[in-house]
């Protein structure tokens, strides 16, 4: 298949690693014998979002993430209309706030959001920081990865990741994190998600096949690093969270 | 009364503690609980310098004492790291009089950046030093803004800001505070200047004020260099203390046209923390000549570099903190540019902090591990728990993957190396990591 991935203001987005989430998937949707092209979006430049397989934003300050809704509030409509059709997007760290209703920043001062989703983030002064161990409904073994942020989200109806047993979710210490609907995925989570958690990296792929009606490859190369990188990483933290 | 038994049980705490070899924060603690307004009461000598920054700051410190000793000034340093306020606390105290009057003409103290507006609550230092903000220990550090909005109530109008004009975002300090009372340092373009960013990551691209589009005339490295927003004009400002010329390859830094000064460690970060001393010295009054003397060819105490063998291999070990990319990259541009015979690298990350747990490894994305594709580098050698997330970051090098072996046992790669090889070795690594190589049987210290 011809692939398009649109990758929204690498440089602006860009904390914790983030282009490797965007990396890794071209890498392994290339592996499958797939063509992908990757579009890049900075500030008033055009995107055709009706044409793309996957979206993606990054995590950034609270000052470049506002900057960045404020350019991006002009894709809302397009990108609600697909997430509605179907489209696999990812909004990771502090881009995944853009998805909802609003951000409030230290300050006080609200910002709109697209409202792609109904939740709301309220940014402090304080950070919530720490490794994350957790489970989603998507699939059996644990998610993990860092979390790194000051924002308290509130209505999140589908998280990504129903519990944790170690760090901070949406709006509580071992709460619910981030936001899961459709083929739309969502979570402050770093590390960055998708090289940690080769799962996630698969659900993601799946979901992409499926929109596009496509059944995945029976022959799936293997990626012994990363699921190395992942068995060690579980491993470790889960170690920590027994011990508790 | 109180002041009084702060400084005794301080002075007597700081005492034992030498005695059984226990940290210097433990007596400043128990003052400030006898008289949490200790600081205030206690007279300070008549300049207190303030060093802070993500990168090159224990350096500055150590440069900035030899200079003003050397101008025969008696200086207090807190030399043991204890950077947060019960270090200062006890370092106040211990060199205080009965009556708490401080015994020095210098209070100098390196800052950690996230607990400098909780040192300075009461006293201000007289002149403020701050070399850079960057990506440092993210996972504490939120990321740099987050720090420079922590930092910002540490600087009271009434210090003296020296600050590092090419570095975007540490230069807005200046936003705000009363001009006369900026003193700005930096580098003019030169030979090691690029037009084109270096780096992972382009923290320069925006402007830290207004997340405006930034132009560049040039870089020196990352994002540090002649920046200008495009939107609201925030720009590097003129310097009065500056690198007029550089030229590593002979390891000669001029400053301000006439000072030349020969760099026992040729790197561009060397340049810089040499400039902040400087700038900071000449504030406090002393002469170009003397510090000309005693910064030629200085060789830092707390050098982060050791020598070692191991087998028929001569090692250097560059010591890096794991979570800086910055600090990364300047070992793999040491490796790089220094040397041009074979060698084999050690990359290890088994640990990522020494003081903390945890198994986050995005910081390895910030690095540019590409640095070692080049000729002489000949095998790498990655190692410990965390070998797997290295190998599949350097997946995304364009180093060609039978250059590099996966070693989550250290000692297993020590032990192959020891058996194997001739080639000069490298090794890249943090405090928290490096003593489990070099505490290994097979590796013997040298003196550099």
Known sequence: ????????????????????????????????????????????QTADIAGADFLYMGAGTERSQKAALEDFRRFGGDVKAAAAD????????????LLGASVTDCDGKVYEGIGLAGFTSVQGKQRFVGDVYATTPLYGPAVVGYMNKCAVISGVETPLLS?????????????????????????????????????????????????????????????????????????????????? | MRKFLAILVCKAGRFVGKLVGKGSSLPGKYALKICPDILSRVELPPHIIAVTGSNGKTSTVEMIAAILRASGKTVVYNEEGSNQIEGVTT???????????????????????????????????????????????????????????????????ETELILNADDPLSSCFAEGHDPKKVKWFGMDECSISTKEPSGMYRDGAYCPICKGHMEYDYYHYNQIGAYRCTKCGH????????????????????????????????????????????AACRECGVDSGIIQKVISNYI???????????????????????ENSVAYDTNLRYIREETHDPCAVMVIVDAVSRKYFTSETSWLWDINFDLLNCGHVEKILLCGRYANDLAVRFGFTGIPEGKWELYPDIREAAALLESRGDEDLYVVTCFSDRDKLLDLPAVKKEAL
């Open chain 1, 1 to 44: 298949m011809e692939l398009k991935i649109i990758h929204f203001y690498p440089d602006l987005m860009s904390l914790y690693g983030s282009y490797a989430n965007a990396a890794l998937l071209r890498r392994h949707l290339e592996d499958l014998g797939n063509t992908v092209t990757v579009e890049t979006v900075d500030y008033g």
């Open chain 2, 300 to 322: 830092l105490k707390n050098g982060r570099m050791q020598k070692f063998t191991l087998g028929q291999h001569h090692g250097t070990l560059l010591t890096s903190k794991h």
């Open chain 2, 235 to 278: 720009q590097k400002p003129a310097t009065n203390y500056t690198a007029t010329a550089v030229d590593l390859d002979r390891g000669v830094l001029t400053i301000d046209g006439g000072v030349e000064i020969a760099l026992a460690f040729r790197s561009i970060y060397n340049v810089y923390n040499i400039l902040a001393a400087y």
């Open chain 1, 86 to 97: 179907g489209t696999a997007m990812l909004f990771a760290g502090t881009a995944m706030e």
């Open chain 2, 91 to 157: 370092m106040v105290l211990t060199h205080a009089t009965m009556g708490g009057r401080m015994k020095a003409d210098v209070l100098l103290i390196e800052s950690d950046e996230r607990y400098a507006a909780r040192s300075f609550r009461f006293f201000h230092p007289t002149e403020f030093v701050v070399s850079n903000l960057y990506r440092d220990q993210l996972t504490r550090n939120g990321h740099p803004e987050w720090v420079f909005d922590a930092l910002r109530p540490a600087m009271a109008p």
């Open chain 1, 163 to 244: 519990s944790l047993n170690m760090g901070f979710g949406n709006e509580t210490e071992k709460g619910p994190e981030g936001y899961h609907a459709n083929n739309v995925f969502a979570s402050e989570l770093t590390g960055p998600l998708l090289v940690k958690n080769p799962l996630m990296l698969g659900a993601v792929i799946a979901a992409i096949y499926r929109r596009r009606g496509t059944a995945l490859p029976e022959d799936i190369p293997a990626y012994p690093y990363e699921e190395q990188g992942y068995a060690i990483t579980e491993q470790q933290l889960r170690l920590r969270w027994d011990k508790k």
